[in-house]
T-cell receptor
């Protein structure tokens, strides 16, 4: 158990819909990262927040957005969902701004039908 | 920017050794290694920073050749528990980890 929690575990929704994935980092960790893992794209970095501020952006679509709240939990919002958005979405946390080990949550499996 | 990992897959008998390579076309600040078992989250193994330091985690060690922008992960005297997919993640100083496609390791009794 990494100490990172993610909800929900599974999510099934239809194309065009909007969903919100939630992540709580390990106690004391200030950085939260979001990753998308699919069979054809592998593990892709989406975005990083540090202490409430966006710090780095990866291959995140404009239809996706994220935020980190004062209590350090984070949410990833996915809108206008397409079939290709079906994937495993991981949240990870680390203590500092950069360079440290990242602890991954169990993931949210999103299926878009 | 995605690092290239080789081999794609390797099958070992318990007790055998293996090497997984990770190479980048960009100058690297750090290399991270993770292992992911089927249906589970990636688990952190180790980080190597610029300086070529070699690190170890039980009988798993890694090296980082800064000049060649390459890292290698060494699985020594493999155990059944070593089975999984190994990912290298590379960082060029921009806070973003780019992961390789992974190397699937199967250790058989």
């Amino acid at each position: 158990d990494s100490g990172v929690t993610q909800t929900p575990k599974h999510l099934i929704t239809a194309t065009g819909q909007r969903v919100t994935l939630r992540c709580s980092p390990r106690s004391g960790d200030l950085s939260v990262y979001w990753y998308q893992q699919s069979l054809d794209q592998g593990l892709q970095f989406l975005i990083q927040y540090y202490n409430g501020e966006e710090r780095a952006k990866g291959n995140i679509l404009e239809r996706f957005s994220a935020q980190q709240f004062p209590d350090l939990h984070s949410e990833l919002n996915l809108s206008s969902l397409e079939l290709g958005d079906s994937a495993l979405y991981f949240c990870a946390s680390s203590a500092g701004l950069a360079g440290g080990e990242q602890y991954f949550g169990p993931g949210t499996r999103l299926t878009v039908t | 920017q995605q690092p290239v990992q080789s081999p794609q897959a390797v099958i070992l008998r318990e007790g055998e050794d293996a090497v997984i390579n990770c190479s980048s076309s960009k100058a690297l600040y750090s290399v991270h290694w993770y292992r992911q078992k089927h249906g589970e989250a990636p688990v952190f193994l180790m980080i190597l920073l610029k300086g070529g330091e070699q690190k170890g985690h039980d009988k798993i060690s890694a090296s980082f050749n800064e000049k060649k922008q390459q890292s290698s992960l060494y699985l020594t005297a493999s155990q059944l528990s070593y089975s999984g997919t190994y990912f290298c993640g590379t960082e060029i100083g921009d806070y973003k980890l780019s992961f390789g496609a992974g190397t699937t390791v199967t250790v058989r009794a």
